[in-house]
């Protein structure tokens, strides 16, 4: 098992955790490793296991009719990975989910999963909890990736998110934000020189 102490956090905030239970989710969890540019999950599979990233960055993307990638986040330490519909409905991904560095996950399976649902309150605290904040999340941003100019997404991914610029290569950052790299250059320079 990979040593990560927020994880241990992660799962030491539940409240009425018992030692025993904390071992039962620990032990429902394995260490997985994969090589830059390896996928997690590949669009027309059923993912089978969800992922807590401990060392990494993720893209999470479809692929446009265009053939062009469309970003829809990215995911670094202490963020989730895997296609929750597809994990709890059995059913195909309708995305892609790739590493953009090395990285190493603790990954639960399906059957690990229900498993630990049925048994521990603790667990399914967790597991809402999670849920509940992502839901949340995306509707905060929801609304500003509607109404925001490309230009305006960037100096907001720059201020909220400066690990993507740090992080992810330039074309990755130009499918997330909808443009293309050569749009994205300009505005990087545009932004330069207003400084």
């Not at 399914?124 to 997404?153: G, I, N, V």
């Not at 998110?161 to 994205?184: K, M």
Request: charged letters at 30%; glycine letters at 4%.
């Amino acid at each position: 098992m990979i040593e990560s102490q927020s994880f241990l956090n992660f799962i030491r905030s539940a409240p009425g955790m018992t030692v025993q239970e904390e071992e039962e989710i620990l032990d429902s969890f394995k260490a997985v490793a994969l090589k830059s540019k390896e996928y997690f999950l590949r669009e027309g599979e059923i993912c089978k296991q969800i992922g807590y990233v401990v060392k990494g960055c993720f893209s999470y993307f479809q692929l446009l009719d265009s053939g062009r990638k469309s970003i829809l986040e990215f995911a670094f330490e202490d963020w989730w990975v895997g296609d929750l519909p597809s994990f709890l409905n059995k059913k195909p991904s309708g995305a892609f989910f790739q590493a953009l560095e090395d990285a190493e996950l603790l990954c639960i399976s399906r059957n690990a999963f229900e498993r630990m649902m049925a048994a521990s309150a603790a667990f399914r605290y967790l597991f809402h909890l999670k849920t509940q904040t992502a839901y949340l999340k995306s509707l905060e941003r929801s609304p500003k990736d509607k109404a925001e100019s490309a230009e305006e997404k960037y100096l907001r991914m720059l201020k909220d998110y400066p690990q993507i610029i740090q992080r992810v290569p330039h074309y990755d950052v130009a499918a997330y934000l909808g443009i293309t790299p050569e749009s994205l250059s300009r505005i990087r320079k545009k932004i330069a020189k207003a400084r």
